[in-house]
């Protein structure tokens, strides 16, 4: 096995061991000043970690944003049910065997549904609304319409009343039928 160059001139007698010793040490601690300065040397940020908190960052960011998403719908299903236990609770009960039929626009198409005369009364006059939840129509009191509406403004259906024949038109004074009045039943 071959020896340093210090043990083999220390062998030979060519180098004093104390000062030897010396120079071991200022090779120490040269050796541990580098290290120091290389510790402390600004290096310029990482590549890898940059992309790393980049893909973080926007990893968070779906996350977020899927979480928005998955709120949404889990607010929008409890309003529906809210709305449906609503309609469920207090509607009107239908009334199956009617000749008479209150016709009403959804979405410009015209529907109906059977009705008789103290139910069309109301519905005229506004105490009684229509209200749409999942392709069907039920019939609720207005101020259940009203919380209906809160949660869902696409389920209540603006019905308008019928316009009063004599009371709001002016009366002409050449108009032959002035003293007849329209029926409200009146099928064309």
Not at 6 to 30: H, I, S, V, W, Y
Not at 82 to 93: D, S
Not at 107 to 112: A, D, G, Y
Request: hydrophobic content about 35%.
């Amino acid at each position: 096995m071959s020896l340093s160059l210090r043990d083999q001139l220390l062998q030979a007698g060519l180098l004093d061991p104390k000062k030897a010793q010396q120079q071991q040490q200022l090779t120490r601690e040269q050796r541990h000043q580098r290290r120091e300065q290389t510790k402390k040397a600004p290096t310029g940020p990482d590549p890898r970690v940059i992309a790393q908190q980049k893909a973080a960052a926007e990893k968070a960011a779906r996350d977020a944003e899927l979480n928005r998403k998955l709120q949404d719908k889990q607010d929008q299903k409890a309003r529906r049910a809210q709305v449906k236990q609503l309609i469920e609770q207090h509607r009107v009960p239908k009334i199956t065997e009617s000749d008479e039929l209150y016709n009403f626009v959804d979405n410009k198409r015209v529907r109906r549904l059977p009705v008789d005369r103290p139910m069309r009364e109301k519905l005229i006059a506004g105490t009684l609304v229509i209200v749409r939840c999942d392709g069907r129509y039920e019939i609720v009191p207005a101020d259940i319409a009203a919380k209906i509406v809160e949660r869902d403004p696409h389920a209540g259906l603006k019905v308008t009343a019928a316009p009063e024949s004599s009371a709001s038109a002016p009366a002409d004074e050449d108009d032959p039928y002035r003293d007849h009045k329209i029926p409200d039943d009146l099928m064309w």
